[in-house]
């Protein structure tokens, strides 16, 4: 019984540390990364509708740079998210969330205006994903 209890506290230990290890893990600064793959935001979102798997291995977890017009501006509690237009005739777009921790030049862009974001691909919810974003000028 002794050994159980102790296998299960340090099963516990364990988890805790990598809890708190990711709780705080640094954000990456994307301003000076260099992009892994650039491609326009229609593109992008047709690759991940006809092939999510795919776009998944092409894309995840990587350094894109997406182009596209300013669909939408969203102000989330304090998280500014862009919407770039893909000619979807559902709506769906690629959204690109700024990153919360690297300057940015600026945080207005009107509807239409052509803009290229820089970040990481977190896949496709409805529209494609991009987190930690920074506009590529």
Known sequence: ??????????????GAGVGYYLWNKPHVNL?????????????LLEEYQQNEGASNEKYFDK????????????????????????????????????????????TEFAVGEPVQFKGTCSGLNFDVQLDNCVEVR
């Open 63 to 106: 350094v894109i740079a997406v182009k596209g017009n300013v669909a939408e501006v969203m102000n989330d509690e304090g998280t500014l998210k862009i919407g770039l237009e893909t000619g979807d005739r559902n709506g769906f777009m690629v959204r690109c969330e700024l990153s919360a921790t690297a300057p940015h030049a600026r």
């Open 1 to 14: 019984m002794k050994k159980i209890l102790i296998a299960l506290l340090v099963i516990v230990a364990a």
């Open 31 to 43: 301003t000076n990364a260099k992009s892994d793959i650039v491609v326009d935001a229609k593109a």
